[in-house]
C-alpha cells in the first residue's frame, strides 16, 4: 500500500490538499469495488474533519 498527502500553497490565505492511496497484492482485484467505496469514503469523513480543524485554527 502506497499514501501520499501533499499540501500545495495556493497563496497566502489557501492550500491545496491531496491525498491518493494505491494498494497492491493479489487479493486487491477481489476486493477492488469494496475497497474503492470505504477508501473514498474514510477520505471524504477525513477531509472534512481537516477543514473544520484548520478553519478552527484562523485567527
Known sequence: MYQSFIIDPIDNESVRFSQRENFSGL?????????NTKVIHGFELMDRALKARAE???S
Open 27 to 35: 487479493i486487491v482485484p477481489l476486493l477492488a469495488k469494496d475497497l
Open 56 to 58: 478552527s485554527l484562523e
